[in-house]
């Protein structure tokens, strides 16, 4: 297809556009053909029914017998069951209430009148998603400003306290963890009451529990007088766990509207449950993706959204996308490698960043632009004749996804009107319904991650080689080699393992080496008192 003339009708053939929503989607730059279009309707008459059983809550995680129910978040009457319809609506309301009550000072820190920070503890879903909307809807006079520690550094632990200050006697904690035994998140949580105990504030007094019921971590706060807690629901994954008390509870903190956000994702919902891959945004997506990768992950997906405050996208799509569709196995015991690779970064600064190899290096790719209309609520000088900066960056989005598409790469385009709570929960429920019917379309299961599991896994047995070093070393009299450290502790396969134990230890001074450092089988060590 070379003509402009053909290309501009295959764009009005494939254009989608949610009227209520002003969302439009183009999947035109996609070189499918009506043959494959046929083809693949008998793979969504499955992915279709597919949803429909997940929606009337059958068991999507087999490995935990549950079921997967984030879509009964923005419509509870959905739900399986009565009580889990009262459970999300009484939470909804519960959490709305307790946010009133700290926005109106009725619920403050002991020294103060008001909260004016949060400090969110989680790891990955249950930080990039409130990071995300956070991004999303920044500004100046937020009710409460918020800070995240999503990680287990001790230096970015340090930054985020140093940056708070005077500030952490008015910071409500909030600690997000499913099970309470997920050692980011502990750690986190640990470190947290480290510093209110060393700036003399009672840390129970500022501190919020986001877990699931019954949990280590609901007991701890239970058992220490916490301010309150919130359920995290087992039918809920942490990557599609943005609309449920762990992504609505810091966004309602900051003054955004979740009710909002709740009513795009319904909406949105309710387009992506019609049965004709042309009328569903959703499916229309999957589609692509399924044809631009061959349905085996053969290319990446690049995100690009046209908009500052899009800017944590691509991150918050890499967790969804990557830990649903990352698969060894399909549903058959197969093994057959799925996933979509994702990455990006914001337009058009990152242009000046890889777009040349994006034109002209290896054609691994397809490109996803997100756009979004208005440019800004303010107005803007011209800095040229006619022409303001939001009109130079429609010009960088439309020639680069022309510029690309020239070159034989395809491109998808997901167009907003503006961000706001209302498109951004759509664009949540448009990217997670989408998730599920790729799924579908390959045989694989989206709502399980044993990989994940086994990182988890091989990094305790890391720490359990950390103790036994120090216990050998504690227990020497002279100083041993990595082997003789081996070979007392009976890993004599983990000498590599302990060596990078040993390098940490080392560089943390808790223990001494001695000999040359750049050959590591010369080194002795010994433990610093």
Known sequence: MNSAVELWQRYQDWLYYHSELGIYLDVSRIKFTPEFVTQIQSKFIKAFADMKALELGAIANPDEQRMVGHYWLRSPELAPT???????????????DFTKKVHAGIIHPPTAPRFTDILSIGIGGSALGPQFVAQCFAKADVPLKISFIDNSDPDGIDLVFDLLGDRLSTTLVLVI??????????????????????AGLDFAKHAIAVTGVGSVLEKYAIANNWLDKFPMYDWIGGRTSELSAVGLLPA????????????????????TRIEDIRQNPAALLAMSWYFA????????????PYKDRLLLFSRYLQQLVMESLGKEKDLDGNTVY????????????????????????????????????????????????GVVTGDYLLGFLQGTRSALYENGRDSITVTIPVVSEVTVGALIALYERAVSF????????????PGVEAGKKAGAEVLTLQKQLIAVLKSSK???????VALKIDAPNQIEALYHVARHLHANCKILFEGDLSKPTTLKMMLID
Request: aromatic fraction near 8%; proline fraction near 3%; avoid cysteine.
């Open 82 to 96: 009565e009580e889990l319809h009262k459970d999300i609506t009484e939470t909804l309301d519960r959490l709305e």
């Open 177 to 198: 963890s499913k099970s309470g035994g997920t050692p980011e998140a502990s750690n986190g949580m640990k470190e947290a009451e480290f510093f209110f105990q060393k």
């Open 252 to 271: 309602a903190l900051q003054g955004i509207d979740i009710r909002e956000m709740l009513r795009g994702a319904k909406v949105m919902d309710a387009a």
């Open 293 to 304: 990768t061959n349905g085996k992950g053969e290319k990446d997906m690049v995100v690009l």
């Open 338 to 385: 799925q996933g979509i690779a994702v990455y990006g970064n914001k337009g058009s600064t990152d242009q000046h960043a890889y777009v040349q190899q994006l034109r002209e290096g290896v054609p691994n790719f397809f490109a996803t632009f997100i756009e979004v209309l208005q440019d800004s609520a303010r107005p803007h000088p011209e800095v040229e004749a």
């Open 438 to 449: 790729y799924a579908s379309l390959v045989n694989i299961n989206a709502y399980h991650q």
């Open 478 to 484: 002279v100083s041993l080699s990595l082997e003789e």
